[in-house]
């Protein structure tokens, strides 16, 4: 599976995909194939708060629950409500299907995030292959 | 719930058994819901005739009174016997094999602990009976607790919790009583990433923000990681010991040095207490306040027989803000129980040896006619008269119903007293032993990720067998087949498919060589034939069920046709 080079990635295995002010947030395609089939996204509400670096839901699979943290600052602008009945989209499609939209507060936070080639190579020493 | 169940194969040949009038198979294979077996007018009781008034209903409930009458199962009483029959027999149970779910310490309950709970005295006990005709009770609840103070090298206790995970709750309630008595409650709890789940929920639900800690490459807490995390807004760690890979934290008395430097406290999750016992004491490495595990550590049932029991044990600082009621024994005030059934005192003095021979016990006939009193003889070597304690001002209040799941406390005080010191010791070196049996037995086909020595469970990956494409729940689903219930399935979360194994001190030599040989056989067959493995179980009543729909769509209830 391809990391797509334009989006930018953080070590708890999320995705950002940014589009002006509106940063679109996932999670990996190495995230999903190790939870396994998610079962249940816990997302937060429209005009809530995320901080970079902190939870701001969570995903749950057959095999276990596992935090979200957001790759940055700002506040949810959209939430996929689609996930509330079809969390398998994440299974199917980890890089087009997004969690939640952010308008981001600070978006030099950017430059503390990975790009494809470094995840890339974070997950090759994480799996230890 | 319903289920679609596969039809068995027996039924599947030809001139199957319906067309014989009689099932060929047997009717353990499949059971129908009770209301699905039920037919209009079946009765399972038969009421004498009234000799009471009859009394309208309609009028005494009102808008109350139901119209249409319950939609309940018309059954005969036999068919009510055989519906549960058949259904306890497709549990598997610890009477029936080996359970070796790691984490969970499914140790064997053994029966003395079932026949002392069942005495009448004890097992008919009332909660509301006046503490002066429940003092044989409170003196088990007394004796349980000062056992397990002595086990733990703690000061005090609460056994109020009602399993595990309510013993954190409590112990992290009283962590933040403590901080807020000393002018900040603080904001963060560390949890290493190898913690059980309910540690970071715990610390969420008692208001803290939960810090996540890395294990260092033997599994264990990296001091130098440790001392940068922890500062004046760190309330505790949660910490696990041995931790979920069974592993011993050997420097914990200096995790617990960095932690106290800093005015944090140590938290410790006594589920694996089953590697400890007899050998080491928290209370002694400087734990804070942990929480005990009665259902894993000192054998009372994992449901089923009974609910869960977490006591919570404390160092002395903390004891003020313990759940309210607390046990306290009021010294030398033994007293002489009276035919009306209360306490007087008859010596309120200690005699020379400190300890008053106060207590006449009632002497009865067969018949139950009472003739006189025995002899006095002491109540208790400590004497005095146990009561509870409510006036406690730093309390955190109560956290359960009366004074927790006394059948539990009953059930573990028997383990440990018909054990004594000595063999409680030995249970622990027995499953420290057999874990390292099965380690040593397969870690020729099982990837070890972590080569740190195990307590009292090992944990594999199924790095080898993944190869194939089989995975840790493929291998858990096959050795059902085997006839063993599976291991703990891909937990610790930071071993990658990971097998979590922890035979307890319960199995026996020839127990643990066929778990063995079942395993070996498993990874032969992940290699020979990995589909066999894959598509397990094959030799149960279901084949493997749908998980993910089971987690996305559940059928929560069972609802009547549409008629």
Request: glycine fraction near 8%.
């Given at each position: 599976m391809p990391y797509p080079k334009d989006y930018r990635y953080t070590r708890e295995h999320e995705w950002i995909s940014v589009d002006g002010a509106i940063g679109s947030i996932g999670i990996t395609d190495y995230a999903q194939s190790s939870l396994g089939d998610i079962v249940y996204v816990d997302a937060p509400k429209v005009g809530d708060a995320v901080t970079a670096n902190a939870t701001f839901g969570s995903v749950e699979s057959v095999k276990a629950v596992s935090d979200l943290f957001s790759p940055v600052s700002g506040k949810v602008t959209a939430v996929n409500e689609e996930l509330k009945t079809a969390p398998d989209q994440i299974n199917q499609d980890a890089h087009g299907t997004w969690i939640i939209k952010v308008e981001l507060s600070n978006p030099a936070e950017l430059n503390n995030l990975l790009d494809a080639t470094a995840y890339e190579a974070f997950i090759a020493e994480e799996t230890g292959s | 719930m319903t289920m679609n169940l596969d039809t068995n194969k027996?039924?599947?040949?030809?001139?199957?058994?319906h067309t014989l009038g009689k099932v060929r198979t047997h009717p353990t294979q499949n059971e129908a819901l009770m209301f699905e077996k039920s037919a209009p007018g079946k009765r399972a009781y038969k009421l004498p005739p009234l000799d009471v008034p009859a009394v309208d209903f309609s009028s005494c409930l009102g808008k109350a009174y139901r119209q249409t009458p319950a939609q309940l199962p018309e059954l005969s009483e036999i068919e009510i016997i055989r519906h549960f029959t058949r259904l306890s027999t497709w549990n598997y149970a610890i009477d029936l094999g080996m359970y070796p779910l790691g984490s969970c310490t499914m140790k064997y309950n053994p029966r003395v602990n079932e026949f002392v709970a069942r005495i009448e005295g004890l097992a008919e006990a009332h909660p509301y009976r006046p503490e002066s005709l429940a003092q044989g009770i409170l003196e088990i609840y007394d004796l349980l607790q000062r056992c397990l103070l002595e086990i733990t090298g703690m000061d005090a206790i609460t056994l109020q919790p009602a399993a595990g995970a309510h013993g954190e709750f409590t112990g992290i309630l009283l962590t933040r009583a403590w901080h807020e008595s000393q002018g900040n409650p603080r904001t963060k709890i560390l949890v290493p990433d190898s913690a059980h789940g309910t540690n970071p929920a715990t610390a969420a639900i008692v208001g803290y923000t939960v810090e996540n800690i890395k294990s260092n490459a033997d599994g264990g807490i990296d001091l130098e990681g440790l001392a940068r995390q922890v500062d004046e807004n760190t309330a505790a760690l949660m910490l696990t010991n041995p931790s979920t890979l069974g592993v011993f934290e050997d420097e914990i008395h200096k995790i617990a040095d960095i932690l106290h430097a800093k005015g944090a406290l140590l938290y410790m999750d006594g589920a694996n207490m089953n590697a400890l016992v007899g050998k080491v004491r928290p209370g002694d490495f400087g734990v804070d306040v942990m929480h005990l595990n009665l259902h894993k550590t000192f054998s009372t049932p994992h449901g089923g027989g009974g609910p869960g029991s977490g006591p919570v044990a404390c160092k002395k600082f903390l004891e003020p803000f313990l759940p309210i009621p607390v046990l306290v024994r009021d010294e030398y005030g033994a007293k002489h129980c009276t035919d009306a059934g209360d306490w007087e005192d008859t010596n309120a003095e200690p005699t020379a040896d400190g300890c008053p021979p106060l207590f006449r016990a009632p002497v009865l006939k067969?018949?139950?006619?009472?003739v006189g009193d025995s002899e006095p003889m002491p109540l208790h070597p400590l004497g005095g008269r146990l009561r509870w304690e409510y006036n406690r001002p730093h309390s955190v209040g109560r956290v359960r119903a009366f004074y927790g799941n006394t059948g539990m406390f009953i059930r573990a005080l028997a383990y440990i007293l018909a054990n004594g010191p000595d063999g409680l010791r030995q249970t622990t070196e027995d499953a420290v032993l057999n874990a390292n049996y099965i380690r040593k037995k397969l870690e020729d086909l099982y990837e070890l990720p972590y080569k740190t020595p195990s307590m009292h469970e090992v944990v594999f990956s199924d790095r080898r067998q993944a190869a194939h494409g089989v995975k840790t729940g493929d291998i858990a689903k096959r050795l059902i087949d085997y006839g063993f219930h599976p291991y703990t399935v891909s937990f610790p979360l930071i071993v990658h498919g990971a097998l979590m194994i922890e035979p307890t001190e319960s199995e026996s030599r020839e127990e643990l060589d066929l778990f063995v040989e079942a395993m070996r056989s498993i990874a032969r067959e992940a290699e020979e034939n990995p589909e066999l493995v894959k598509t397990a179980p094959h030799s149960t009543r279901v084949s493997r069920l749908d998980e993910v729909q089971a987690a996305r769509k559940p059928i929560l209830r069972w609802k009547p046709e549409k008629q």
């Amino acid at each position: 599976m391809p990391y797509p080079k334009d989006y930018r990635y953080t070590r708890e295995h999320e995705w950002i995909s940014v589009d002006g002010a509106i940063g679109s947030i996932g999670i990996t395609d190495y995230a999903q194939s190790s939870l396994g089939d998610i079962v249940y996204v816990d997302a937060p509400k429209v005009g809530d708060a995320v901080t970079a670096n902190a939870t701001f839901g969570s995903v749950e699979s057959v095999k276990a629950v596992s935090d979200l943290f957001s790759p940055v600052s700002g506040k949810v602008t959209a939430v996929n409500e689609e996930l509330k009945t079809a969390p398998d989209q994440i299974n199917q499609d980890a890089h087009g299907t997004w969690i939640i939209k952010v308008e981001l507060s600070n978006p030099a936070e950017l430059n503390n995030l990975l790009d494809a080639t470094a995840y890339e190579a974070f997950i090759a020493e994480e799996t230890g292959s | 719930m319903t289920m679609n169940l596969d039809t068995n194969k027996a039924e599947a040949k030809p001139g199957g058994p319906h067309t014989l009038g009689k099932v060929r198979t047997h009717p353990t294979q499949n059971e129908a819901l009770m209301f699905e077996k039920s037919a209009p007018g079946k009765r399972a009781y038969k009421l004498p005739p009234l000799d009471v008034p009859a009394v309208d209903f309609s009028s005494c409930l009102g808008k109350a009174y139901r119209q249409t009458p319950a939609q309940l199962p018309e059954l005969s009483e036999i068919e009510i016997i055989r519906h549960f029959t058949r259904l306890s027999t497709w549990n598997y149970a610890i009477d029936l094999g080996m359970y070796p779910l790691g984490s969970c310490t499914m140790k064997y309950n053994p029966r003395v602990n079932e026949f002392v709970a069942r005495i009448e005295g004890l097992a008919e006990a009332h909660p509301y009976r006046p503490e002066s005709l429940a003092q044989g009770i409170l003196e088990i609840y007394d004796l349980l607790q000062r056992c397990l103070l002595e086990i733990t090298g703690m000061d005090a206790i609460t056994l109020q919790p009602a399993a595990g995970a309510h013993g954190e709750f409590t112990g992290i309630l009283l962590t933040r009583a403590w901080h807020e008595s000393q002018g900040n409650p603080r904001t963060k709890i560390l949890v290493p990433d190898s913690a059980h789940g309910t540690n970071p929920a715990t610390a969420a639900i008692v208001g803290y923000t939960v810090e996540n800690i890395k294990s260092n490459a033997d599994g264990g807490i990296d001091l130098e990681g440790l001392a940068r995390q922890v500062d004046e807004n760190t309330a505790a760690l949660m910490l696990t010991n041995p931790s979920t890979l069974g592993v011993f934290e050997d420097e914990i008395h200096k995790i617990a040095d960095i932690l106290h430097a800093k005015g944090a406290l140590l938290y410790m999750d006594g589920a694996n207490m089953n590697a400890l016992v007899g050998k080491v004491r928290p209370g002694d490495f400087g734990v804070d306040v942990m929480h005990l595990n009665l259902h894993k550590t000192f054998s009372t049932p994992h449901g089923g027989g009974g609910p869960g029991s977490g006591p919570v044990a404390c160092k002395k600082f903390l004891e003020p803000f313990l759940p309210i009621p607390v046990l306290v024994r009021d010294e030398y005030g033994a007293k002489h129980c009276t035919d009306a059934g209360d306490w007087e005192d008859t010596n309120a003095e200690p005699t020379a040896d400190g300890c008053p021979p106060l207590f006449r016990a009632p002497v009865l006939k067969p018949d139950g006619e009472r003739v006189g009193d025995s002899e006095p003889m002491p109540l208790h070597p400590l004497g005095g008269r146990l009561r509870w304690e409510y006036n406690r001002p730093h309390s955190v209040g109560r956290v359960r119903a009366f004074y927790g799941n006394t059948g539990m406390f009953i059930r573990a005080l028997a383990y440990i007293l018909a054990n004594g010191p000595d063999g409680l010791r030995q249970t622990t070196e027995d499953a420290v032993l057999n874990a390292n049996y099965i380690r040593k037995k397969l870690e020729d086909l099982y990837e070890l990720p972590y080569k740190t020595p195990s307590m009292h469970e090992v944990v594999f990956s199924d790095r080898r067998q993944a190869a194939h494409g089989v995975k840790t729940g493929d291998i858990a689903k096959r050795l059902i087949d085997y006839g063993f219930h599976p291991y703990t399935v891909s937990f610790p979360l930071i071993v990658h498919g990971a097998l979590m194994i922890e035979p307890t001190e319960s199995e026996s030599r020839e127990e643990l060589d066929l778990f063995v040989e079942a395993m070996r056989s498993i990874a032969r067959e992940a290699e020979e034939n990995p589909e066999l493995v894959k598509t397990a179980p094959h030799s149960t009543r279901v084949s493997r069920l749908d998980e993910v729909q089971a987690a996305r769509k559940p059928i929560l209830r069972w609802k009547p046709e549409k008629q």
